[in-house]
């Protein structure tokens, strides 16, 4: 379910009126997602989303609007926010902040063929591009900072081993990542994974899910990208796929050495991010409404399999 809070028609169609987008014909909840309400409404005009935020800190939605809005402005297929009549895009429905947003077309692909893996790679690689000049920040709430602060939670729920594996991996990465010199930074979507995107045959209609979008090293984004859509049931990595995504990237921002050098680390480092979210979600925080957790056990295979068989060789990029 994600309907954590149901609308009725006149609320919604008394929400639209300050927008100009049509008049309400019909209202539908999504069963997907999990952390926001979201609904597809349809206009006499036009098909759209209306997103009302039930957790979270809501003093962020302005950094996330604005970074939708700038990726949108600059031709990137986002849903940027509708505004009202006003100029205003974040509203209040039913005591809970709301936004609404175009309809994007499309289907999460599950098992990407190549021609979606190189579209996602030349889309990110361009929107890394753009970022790279977007003036907001918002430091990455899941950062290694956060992976040193959050891991002892979880350490007394995990095996011997699991717990030996935690702790090796989290001083590894302090060692690497103090040795190297600032990575490229800029906003990052943060959670780009296969069903945070939505494909029409091998076109790439739209990047959606952006709340855990931030600032920070770009190599993030595309670490967790390449351990979800390139990571095959096993937890080796897919050559094809991560090749395609990782030639179609660098045709628009080719990887530097320092970012070249700490590119295995980062593979792990984001394995072991989501292997920890998740364990988080299991046993410290679970949350409160009735959802199936990830599994957590998918990112320790992951990581299991990157310590053991390390990086494939990046591709060059393109001269
Ligand atoms: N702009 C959009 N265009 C089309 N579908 C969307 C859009 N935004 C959300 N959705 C649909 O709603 C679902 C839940 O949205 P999402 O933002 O991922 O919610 P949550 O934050 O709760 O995970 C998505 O999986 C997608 O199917
Ligand atoms: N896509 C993630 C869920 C979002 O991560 P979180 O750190 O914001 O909980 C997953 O598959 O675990």
Not at 22 to 45: A, K, P, W, Y
Not at 61 to 74: G, I, K, R, S
Request: aromatic share 8%.
């Amino acid at each position: 379910m994600a309907v954590f809070t149901p609308l009725s028609d006149a609320q919604v169609a008394a929400f639209l009126e300050s927008f100009n987008v049509g008049t309400l014909t019909t209202l539908q909840g999504v069963t997907g997602g999990t952390e926001n309400s979201t609904f597809f409404v349809t206009t006499d005009r036009r098909e759209l989303v209306l997103t009302l935020f039930e957790q979270g800190e809501h003093e962020e939605l302005p950094f996330f609007v604005d970074l939708l809005d700038y990726l949108d402005e600059h031709r990137l297929p986002v849903p940027g926010t509708i505004h009202d009549r006003e100029g205003i895009a974040l509203h209040s429905l039913a005591e809970k902040p709301a936004l609404l947003f175009p309809r994007l077309p499309g289907r999460h692909p599950d098992a990407p063929n190549l021609n979606q893996c190189q579209a996602l790679g030349d889309t990110l690689g361009r929107m890394h591009v753009i970022s790279q000049h977007f003036p907001g920040q918002r430091p990455n709430p899941r950062d290694l900072h956060w992976i040193r602060a959050m891991h002892h939670k979880v350490l007394t729920y995990l095996s011997p081993d699991d717990q030996n594996l935690m702790k090796d991996e989290v001083d590894a990465f302090e060692s690497a990542f103090v040795e190297h010199p600032v990575l490229p930074q800029g906003a990052l979507h943060g959670d780009l994974f296969r069903d945070n995107t939505l494909f029409e045959g091998d076109k790439l209609g739209g990047i959606i899910d952006f709340y855990n979008g931030c600032t920070g090293d770009l190599l993030f984004d595309l670490a967790i990208v390449i351990n979800d859509w390139a990571t095959q049931d096993d937890g080796h990595l897919n050559r094809e796929r991560h090749d395609a995504i990782l030639q179609a990237y660098q045709a628009r921002r080719p990887l530097n050495a320092d970012e070249r050098a700490v590119w295995p680390v980062m593979l792990r480092m984001t394995a072991l991010r989501y292997w920890l979210s998740r364990l988080l979600v299991v046993y410290v925080d679970p949350p409160a409404h009735d959802l199936t957790p990830h599994d957590p056990e998918r990112f320790r295979t992951i990581l299991k399999s990157r310590l053991a068989h390390g990086a494939l060789p990046l591709p060059e990029a393109p001269s």
